[in-house]
């Protein structure tokens, strides 16, 4: 399991856990869990169009993914949710004329769909990293304003908080995540580890440093536990990153009934 | 003269059933999705279209009726949401979530299990991006029968739908069982996903779902006419839809048409954006007159 050619895996995964750890704790203290299912979806459409043209996927993932975000962004308190599913349903429907133009080969849909971790190259590595820290540091730097904007959306207007700008920075934030997540865990899955992991740490603790810790060590421990599962059962990664997310969500829930309903 | 409408589009059987079944969907999907528009509930209608395709998948990989797999899925999914809690709307973004993640999860798991146990190559892309063409008449009539009644519920749930969706706290001090006709809607909602995702796809079921609606919302008129204007803008893009894809065949010497879920979403794109640009123009002008 720990053999040389799983190295890749293993390191690409932590540093993608981590960072979906990170930006689903805002995502869900925010509710824009739609735009975060939304904006790896649109990616995916990129990279079929960067293989179309002819140029490196990332490239594409990332064009798509900053276009979805700026967009569902700029929109916001404007019918987001109506923006956001016809964001979402544009990219996948070029995402497949891209596909049936290009004639891709099947097994590539899936990978982009449902990730192939195991295929992590070594030379993605440092790519992968430098986003990441880039990502982390926006959302260090957005730490206080999104938790003020969150909690007390008047206050944060009154103490001279720009809530459009904000939006759009978390969303940018968000969409570099997401194409860098793309490919390593796919497109319907990079989703399940900003939402399942990061939900059940808000609902084991209140406060909200603690939470966000909560958070990137749950979403660890399920692509941890997902890596190795899928390495030992040869069923696809994607199964155990969906289910095992889910379930975390699910014994949070349970575990945390009694305090929820005497609150 | 291969210019626009293409000789023997119609005398094709598979094109005729496609759109009749086109015609079909798009209709409830419209009518439905006015509530799910209002409701703002738009992500939880798309998550029950990929829950949908995971019952889909499912019952691929066991060797069902493809189209139990896809209304039994999303009828699951639904119920699992409102077991969640959908009381507050940050609760059910994170209930939709959490039931759109594991979802996604069992469709890798079945779609895997599909191209272990069988040659054929293309039922992602079928389960995903749907296959109208390839609909049968037997399936044409189920969903026929499926539609009407899904459309008889919404005609008695729906004066107290409409009251709740515009006022909660009013139907509740009125006697409106909020919480029971919000759960007997999401069903609905999630039978009309199902029905359309097995034969358009997820992504085109989201299309049809949201963007008429909204598109006739806009327009501002009285309710029935909004109804009517969201049935005939569904329609409508399924038959240009169908149309521009049929004849996208000859537009390139390689002969690879485009995706009709791809046509059908740009004509549904289309509609919206300008049904929203002519309504900012006439509000602009309207306020002008006013000043």
Redesign the interface.
């Known amino acids: 399991m720990f053999s040389s050619f799983m190295t890749n895996a293993w390191l690409v995964g932590t540093v993608v856990a981590l960072l979906a750890g990170a930006t689903g704790f805002f995502v869900v203290l925010r509710g824009s869990s739609f735009a975060a299912h939304a904006i790896p979806n649109g990616a995916f459409a990129g990279a079929a169009g960067a293989t179309l043209v002819g140029v490196t996927p990332l490239f594409g993932l990332i064009a798509f993914a900053v276009a979805a975000g700026l967009g569902i962004g700029a929109s916001r308190h404007h019918r987001s949710d109506v923006v956001t599913a016809m964001a979402l349903v544009s990219m996948l429907a070029m995402g497949a004329a891209f596909l049936s133009l290009s004639a891709a080969y099947e097994p590539q849909v899936e990978a982009l769909l449902f990730g192939e971790i195991l295929g992590v190259a070594s030379s993605s590595i440092a790519p992968v990293i430098l986003i990441s820290l880039a990502c982390a540091l926006a959302l260090a730097y957005m730490y206080r304003p999104l938790l003020l904007d969150a909690a007390a959306p008047e206050l944060a207007r009154a103490r001279g908080l720009n809530p459009a700008a904000l939006e759009v920075g978390f969303m940018m934030t968000l969409a570099l995540g997401s194409a860098l997540t793309v490919p390593v865990v796919g497109a319907l899955l990079s989703f399940s580890l900003t939402v399942g992991p990061p939900a059940a740490a808000r609902l084991v603790t209140r406060r909200p440093g603690s939470a966000l810790a909560a958070s990137m060590v749950l979403s660890v421990a399920t692509l941890w536990a997902s890596i190795a599962a899928s390495y030992q059962t040869n069923l696809p990664i994607g199964f155990f990153v969906g289910s095992l997310s889910a379930l975390v969500y699910v014994i949070a829930r349970v575990l945390t009934r009694r305090r929820v309903r005497t609150a | 003269m291969h210019w626009l409408i293409e000789p023997g589009l119609w005398s094709n059987d598979a094109v005729r059933t496609g759109v009749s079944v086109g015609a079909v969907v798009a209709v409830v999907s419209a009518v439905v999705g006015l509530f799910t528009?209002m409701r703002?509930?738009?992500?939880a209608?798309?998550?029950l279209a990929?829950v949908a395709t995971a019952g889909g998948a499912g019952a691929g990989a066991l060797g069902v009726a493809p189209l139990a797999g896809f209304v039994v899925g999303s009828v699951l999914g639904a119920s699992a949401m409102e077991a969640?809690g959908v009381e507050r709307?940050?609760q059910r973004?994170?209930a939709?979530?959490?039931?759109?993640?594991?979802?996604?999860?069992?469709?890798?798991?079945f779609?895997?299990l599909i191209?272990l146990n069988s040659s054929s190559?293309?039922s992602?892309?079928s389960i995903?991006?749907g296959s109208l063409f390839l609909v049968s008449r037997t399936t044409f009539y189920v969903i026929a029968v499926i539609s009407a009644l899904v459309g008889l519920a919404l005609a008695w749930l729906g004066r107290p739908l409409l009251f709740m969706s515009l006022s909660p706290d009013a139907a509740r001090a009125r006697g409106v069982a909020v919480r029971r006709v919000a759960l007997a809607y999401t069903l609905l909602m999630a039978i009309t996903v199902g029905l359309s995702a097995i034969v358009i796809g997820s992504?085109?079921s989201?299309?049809l779902l949201?963007?008429p609606p909204?598109a006739a919302l806009r327009l501002g008129r009285s309710m029935s006419a909004t109804f009517s204007a969201a049935a005939a803008l569904g329609v409508g893009a399924v038959a240009v839809g169908v149309v521009v894809s049929y004849d996208s065949y000859y537009w390139?010497a390689s002969h690879?048409?485009?995706?009709v879920?791809?046509c059908v979403?740009?004509v549904?794109?289309v509609e919206?954006v300008a049904i929203n640009l002519a309504q900012r123009v006439r509000d602009r002008s309207s306020s002008t007159r006013r000043a």
């Open positions: 528009v703002a509930q738009s992500f209608g798309h998550a990929d969640i709307v940050r973004d994170v939709t979530g959490v039931v759109l993640g594991g979802a996604t999860g069992l469709s890798a798991l779609l895997y191209t190559t293309g992602t892309q995903l991006f992504v085109l989201t299309a949201i963007g909204a390139w690879r048409a485009l995706p879920s791809f979403v740009a549904v794109v919206l």
